[in-house]
């Protein structure tokens, strides 16, 4: 079946460090891949997304690379700020009418 | 842009009571809906696929007789916890997707629900 790995955390960083949180993924076929953030009590928000290899999607100064021969989507940001603190969660789908699946979730914290 | 909403935001309800959250799609209309259950510190585990006009499918362990889902119309998908137990508290988000719009699905912000 369909998977997604991302490295959990959590994550603490110094203001204006760069990021990478990992994303690996176990799919059939070509996937869309996807990054949400999710704000302290808040629901999910699309922070980026990629339908196909090696599109990059982009975000608020986030990336993230559709690598298909390495089944990768990591997310990276070069300077985060301490508005980033969430947790971000990497997903797939592969069809509009399929639900999605979700890595674990990463617990970002940006201290000043 | 595509919203989705849901009503209530949080719920607070005594053990043995029943709870019905509302998930609506404001500007699209969603053949599909999903449900998704977030336990603290933890992802979110789809609990079922809503179609409208026909029954939901429900994933393994999740019973279908306690988490009622009706999709009435293309804008509009409801859960109702059953006889909720305190076991039931957690995050309930709802997601649909809009007709042409590739694979994006868009969530709702969640419904809070604390079973007493």
């Known amino acids: 079946g369909n998977s997604v790995t991302q490295m959990e955390g959590p994550v603490t960083l110094s203001e204006e460090a760069f990021l990478t949180i990992n994303c690996t993924y176990t799919a059939t076929g070509y996937p869309s891949l996807f990054w949400y953030v999710q704000y302290p009590g808040e629901g999910l928000q699309l922070l980026l997304k990629a339908t196909k290899a090696d599109d990059k999607g982009s975000n608020k100064g986030f990336e993230a690379t559709y690598r298909k021969e390495t089944t990768s989507f990591h997310l990276e940001k070069g300077s985060v700020q301490v508005s980033d603190s969430a947790v971000y969660f990497c997903?797939?789908?592969?069809?509009?009418?399929?639900?999605?699946?979700f890595g674990p979730g990463t617990r970002l914290s940006v201290l000043p | 842009g595509a919203v989705v909403s849901q009503h209530p935001s949080w719920v607070i309800c005594k053990s043995g009571t029943s709870v019905k959250i509302e998930c609506r799609s404001l500007d699209f209309q969603a053949t599909t809906m999903f449900w998704y259950r977030q336990f603290p510190k933890q992802s979110l585990m789809l609990m079922a696929t809503s179609n409208e006009g026909s029954k939901a499918t429900y994933e393994q362990g999740v019973e279908k007789d306690k988490f009622l889902i009706n999709h009435a119309s293309l804008t509009l998908s409801t859960l109702t916890v059953t006889s909720a137990h305190p076991e039931d508290s957690s995050f309930y988000i709802c997601s649909g997707g809009r007709p042409g719009g590739g694979n994006e699905q868009f969530f709702g912000p969640g419904t809070r629900l604390t079973v007493l």
């Open positions: 997903a797939l789908t592969r069809t509009p009418t399929q639900n999605f699946v």
